[in-house]
């Protein structure tokens, strides 16, 4: 009965990180890229600039790809840089290795070995079959999941093509891999594929960096995070008919998203930076969100890329208009953000 009972809630969270982020109002769908800027808005003499060699040679196909995908993107962000007052705030920076984790808040030994075992195994792609009575019984199911759920919090990336799932029949827990943007409807045999896919992931953000203007600030970076992730990506309002759960490899690879996917690359882009930034989750008016913060010397501001992505993005601040980025605490109180609430 109480495997039955944890393999419902494990479940429940699934369908739940599925079906999640309903919070995008149809007039925020971004335009295409191209529509993005005007010549009226782009600087005679633009404080950051990069370039592109027509004639780049790639060391392989999938670093190939992976400039194509992007640098459009890269693009506009540079050029949106543009838009920015030339000071901003003090961001932070962060030793994320003295960050506190949420396996730091594990409740025991045995909760702290499954969460290793799954990271090295789930690391590498291995099978592996767990049977209950032979890990301790029912309790084993318990300790399993809450292991689970805290490794999924701290590296998100190994669940880009993996998961774990229940054999109904025997009890047994075993994991399932897929394509990245796939998800466990459409498992994937062939693993040296699914490492190739989640390599062009890699090199996207690595040549988010490699392009990047050089010199920027914290305060710079964010926006220039900002900017590229809401370039890359448009809302998918189709999200209910898809089985991904919206990884930073939607939104940066595929080019479609939801809240969630929108804050996990944003966060995964400054914490490669390191850059003071939260995940955040929680409820707004219309639903389940999710959203970022950072820490600067001037105190806490939140970030919502969700509702910042809107056909405006590239008039925002050259306008003046920084609206969903840098919310100060009275401006999510007034717009209701209530973190970790969920009833």
């Known amino acids: 009965m109480?495997?039955?009972?944890?393999?419902?809630?494990?479940?429940?969270?699934?369908?739940?990180?599925?079906?999640?982020?309903?919070?995008?109002?149809?007039?925020?769908?971004?335009?295409?890229?191209?529509?993005?800027?005007?010549?009226?808005?782009?600087?005679?003499?633009?404080?950051?600039?990069?370039?592109?060699?027509?004639?780049?040679?790639?060391?392989?196909?999938?670093?190939?790809?992976?400039?194509?995908?992007?640098?459009?993107?890269?693009?506009?962000?540079?050029?949106?840089?543009?838009?920015?007052?030339?000071?901003?705030?003090?961001?932070?920076?962060c030793d994320y290795s003295e960050r506190r984790t949420e396996k730091d808040n594990l409740p025991d030994k045995t909760a702290v070995y499954w969460y290793d075992f799954i990271y090295e195994k789930m690391s590498n792609l291995e099978d592996f079959r767990l049977y209950p009575e032979e890990n301790g019984g029912e309790e084993f199911y318990l300790s399993f999941y809450t292991a689970e759920s805290a490794l999924m919090t701290d590296h998100r990336e190994i669940f880009l093509c993996g998961a774990t799932w229940m054999d109904e029949e025997d009890g047994s827990i075993c994991p399932i891999y897929f394509m990245p943007g796939e998800w466990l409807d459409n498992p994937c045999s062939d693993k040296d594929a699914i490492k190739n896919e989640a390599a062009v992931y890699d090199r996207i953000v690595e040549r988010i960096f490699e392009k990047m203007p050089v010199g920027l600030d914290n305060y710079q970076k964010v926006c220039y995070f900002a900017f590229v992730t809401v370039a890359a990506a448009e809302y998918d309002h189709s999200y209910e008919d898809h089985a991904s759960v919206y990884t930073p490899y939607d939104t940066l690879v595929l080019g479609k998203t939801v809240c969630r996917g929108y804050a996990m690359t944003f966060y995964e882009l400054c914490r490669r930076a390191g850059?003071?930034?939260?995940?955040?989750?929680?409820?707004?008016?219309?639903?389940?969100?999710?959203?970022?913060?950072?820490?600067?010397?001037?105190?806490?501001?939140?970030?919502?890329?969700?509702?910042?992505?809107?056909?405006?993005i590239a008039g925002n601040y050259n306008e003046g208009d920084t609206d969903y980025l840098f919310m100060t605490e009275e401006e999510i109180d007034e717009r209701e953000y209530r973190e970790g609430v969920f009833e």
């Open 2 to 93: 109480l495997k039955k009972i944890f393999a419902a809630m494990f479940s429940v969270l699934l369908i739940f990180s599925l079906c999640s982020c309903d919070v995008q109002l149809e007039e925020n769908n971004p335009p295409e890229q191209e529509d993005i800027f005007t010549s009226e808005e782009i600087l005679e003499e633009p404080r950051f600039t990069v370039i592109f060699d027509k004639n780049e040679t790639f060391p392989d196909e999938i670093s190939k790809r992976a400039a194509e995908i992007i640098d459009p993107s890269i693009e506009i962000a540079v050029k949106m840089l543009n838009t920015i007052p030339e000071y901003g705030y003090n961001v932070l920076e």
């Open 275 to 312: 850059i003071s930034c939260w995940y955040c989750e929680g409820m707004v008016p219309s639903g389940f969100h999710a959203w970022n913060k950072i820490n600067t010397a001037e105190g806490t501001f939140w970030i919502d890329l969700t509702s910042y992505d809107s056909e405006n």
